[in-house]
């Protein structure tokens, strides 16, 4: 599919006064990464990631024909509970470019109340969640003006729509695990939106569980748009590029073969290899905090001494994912409570696991 066939070309507002949408939409966790993008949204290598479950957002959509049609935007953010000035300018530069999309955003005013599962500037970026909720609540307001939409064209469109405004949302609509990006072990993936994952997934990776531990909560000090950028005149890139989609082949294999140990060296692989990039980039930062190391070597050790098959990933942060396999849930939870909780901020973590992705309701 082209960019052309997501814009929304006939519609009749008339008949459509006002109404509401809800959707709550999961955050996800990428195995392989995404790190350098071109314009408009368009990531330079494949990734693919797990959907998460219990870390979601929920938008409630509220939308009224306006009384004197102009070409602005008319939208009011409530962010659990309170009336929220800081997410608008994202929104509106959001709402600029879908409206190519779907025109009839200039026609409505729009509340967003909205609200997140997990705590409030807990690092856990909220971008993915948040902009793929989003894109669904105006996607069930096209549905209402073609009801011939497929379940699939309407999934797509999110998913391109939620790329629009956060690369990372545009895995964020189905799950258990979604490919974006065009790679030729896919046939029908694509830049422009996630797909599921097409293939069978062993029954090892059913369920698959990642603990957030909540190392730091802070704002972060480089946004994710500044650190993509810096990929432009990196030294490493073409190769970093090329790694990416090397590893996506190699994950694929992986999930369908059920090599829990090719996993872990692929998963961490990954995730500090996207901290390399972070390190070597001019100007270089850093955003993984001393406890974030001593983390990574507890879980070493931990891998081990029990023969488990427990890894890490990171994001843009601080904070660890400890992913690991269903059945090791008990041991690997007393781990994480005696000896890993330490090194949280007040002794925070979440525990997750890979889910079906985002539901109206
Ligand atoms: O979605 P963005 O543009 O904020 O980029 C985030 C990219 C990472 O989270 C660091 C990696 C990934 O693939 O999710």
Excluded at 161 to 176: C, F, K, N, P
Excluded at 270 to 298: G, R
Aim: proline share 3%.
């Amino acid at each position: 599919m082209t960019e052309n066939d997501f814009v929304l070309k006939k519609y009749n507002s008339n008949n459509l006064k006002k109404g509401t949408f809800t959707w709550r939409s999961p955050s996800n966790i990428a195995l392989v990464k995404y790190w350098g993008k071109s314009e408009p949204q368009i990531p330079k290598n494949t990734s693919i990631s797990f959907t998460l479950n219990n870390c979601h957002t929920t938008t409630t959509l509220e939308f009224s024909k306006k009384e004197n049609p102009s070409n602005g935007y008319d939208i009011q953010v409530i962010f659990e509970g309170l009336i929220n000035k800081d997410f608008k300018p994202k929104i509106i530069k959001f709402f600029e470019r879908i409206e190519k999309y779907i025109p009839f955003i200039t026609e409505y005013g729009f509340v967003i109340k909205t609200e997140n599962s997990f705590p409030h500037s807990s690092g856990i970026a909220s971008s993915a969640s948040g902009l793929s909720a989003l894109a669904l609540c105006l996607m069930s307001i096209e549905k209402v003006f073609n009801t011939n939409l497929t379940d699939d064209y309407f999934n797509k469109k999110a998913s391109f729509l939620a790329r629009l405004g956060s690369g990372s949302a545009a895995r964020s609509v189905e799950g258990e695990i979604v490919v974006w990006g065009k790679h030729d072990d896919f046939s029908y993936s694509s830049d422009l939106y996630g797909i599921k994952f097409p293939n069978n997934i062993h029954v090892n990776f059913k369920n698959y569980k990642d603990s957030i531990l909540l190392v730091d909560k802070g704002e972060k000090k480089v946004s994710s748009t500044l650190g993509h950028n810096l990929m432009h005149e990196h030294p490493f890139a073409k190769a970093r590029f090329e790694q990416g989609n090397k590893n996506i082949s190699a994950m694929n294999k992986i999930l369908q073969n059920g090599d829990l140990k090719a996993f872990v060296q692929l998963v961490e692989s990954e995730a500090l290899t996207l901290h390399a990039m972070m390190l070597t980039s001019n100007p270089y930062f850093i955003l993984m905090k001393s406890n974030t190391l001593k983390i990574i070597e507890k879980i070493w050790d931990y891998r081990k001494r029990n023969q488990s098959n427990i890894c890490f990933t990171l994001d843009a942060g601080a904070n660890v994912h400890v992913l690991f396999p269903e059945k090791e849930n008990d041991q690997v939870n007393a781990f994480i409570t005696n000896e890993l909780i330490a090194f949280c901020q007040n002794n925070q973590y979440i525990c997750d696991k890979a889910g079906t992705g985002a539901w109206q309701l």
